[in-house]
């Protein structure tokens, strides 16, 4: 147990289209916690959050929020003001990851390479066009893939934005990277063993992502030369820093057919769903899920830091 944090609030739940997720990752984390001997609340976050943890006075707060308002800065921004140490980035990075728009403009200004894209709105569909089929289309700030749709024809367009825009107000419009999809995960600047992401239906969808039985294979450490391994960890240890991040992330990178690495987005709060990628990356090299969570609590930020 650290002796920096014996009392620890779980952060789970919320109101976010994520919420099961959430809850599911938050239960894994505070029975990881238990184990290694804190002290361990669950909090269901809501509008008394506020009220809850200024009660509980926890030592720190382990969040497992995904979604708005665990992962844009939200959450992180009312541990700042309540002097609270917290897992994971600090309130600018968690903002910019959460925002996919905005995380691809800054990996675009670090000369990292990401897919073309456009921002979309319900004023200006006509952007999606800029970018030549097939495009992804998806809510620019969201997970788990929810409203998510690869747009081939383009009479498919319009009720792609339409979806996506029941999500959120702004859109964003990905170029498809045709190839092979992996993630790698971050610890303090250190990457992880490559994970490769094999869908059955050939698209990471929700289903994909948490139903057991929908047949995704997951290959760690990937199956790639190792130059591509290397070049793939490099990428993602680069986006890491670009966007400011801290503690554990995820970063989600598409091959494309001579196995050059795109960027696509920037997980801040990884899911520890037992499907999860972070914590099949982290037993690669040896560290089990009980020591990933301690890792991630050992690395807390500390406000005003």
């Known amino acids: 147990m650290s002796p920096r944090f014996p009392h620890v609030a779980v952060l789970m739940g919320g109101t976010s289209s994520e919420r099961e997720i959430s809850l599911t990752s938050g239960r894994a984390a505070a029975q990881a916690l238990s184990a290694l001997g804190h002290r361990v609340t669950p909090v269901d976050v809501g509008p008394g959050v506020a009220l809850a943890l200024a009660q509980l006075r926890p030592d720190a707060a382990f969040i497992a929020l995904h979604g708005r308002g665990g ?3 939200a959450i992180q921004g009312l541990l700042e003001v309540m002097g609270i140490p917290y ?4 309130v600018l990075a968690s903002a ?3 925002d996919k728009i905005v995380t691809k403009q800054l990996l675009a200004a670090s000369h990292i390479p990401t897919p073309a894209f456009a ?6 569909r006509a952007a999606a066009r800029q970018v030549p089929l097939p495009v992804v289309v998806k809510p620019n700030r969201g997970g788990s893939s929810i409203g998510l749709v690869v747009v081939r024809d383009p009479a498919e367009l319009d009720a792609a934005i339409d979806l996506a825009l029941a999500e959120d107000s702004r859109v964003l419009a990905e170029r498809l990277v045709q ?6 995960g971050v610890i303090a600047g250190e990457a992880l063993p490559v994970v490769e ?6 698209l990471f969808t929700y289903q994909a992502k948490y139903d057991k039985t929908a047949g995704t294979r997951y290959i760690t450490p990937a199956e790639l030369p190792a130059p591509v391994t290397e070049r793939a960890q490099t990428v993602a240890v680069q986006a890491y820093q670009a966007l400011g991040c801290a503690g554990a992330a995820r970063v989600d990178i598409m091959l494309d057919a001579m196995l050059a690495p795109s960027v696509l987005e920037i997980n801040t709060i990884p899911g520890m769903t037992p499907t999860s990628l972070l914590p099949k990356a982290a037993a690669a090299v040896g560290m089990d899920f ?3 969570i301690g890792r991630m609590l050992e690395l807390a930020v500390e406000p005003g830091l």
């Open 71 to 73: 992962e844009d800065g």
């Open 87 to 90: 897992t994971g980035s600090g």
């Open 96 to 98: 910019a990851c959460c």
């Open 119 to 124: 921002q979309v709105t319900a004023a200006n």
């Open 179 to 184: 190839g092979r999809e992996i993630t790698v």
């Open 197 to 202: 992401i094999v869908p059955a239906a050939g």
């Open 290 to 292: 009980n020591h990933l």
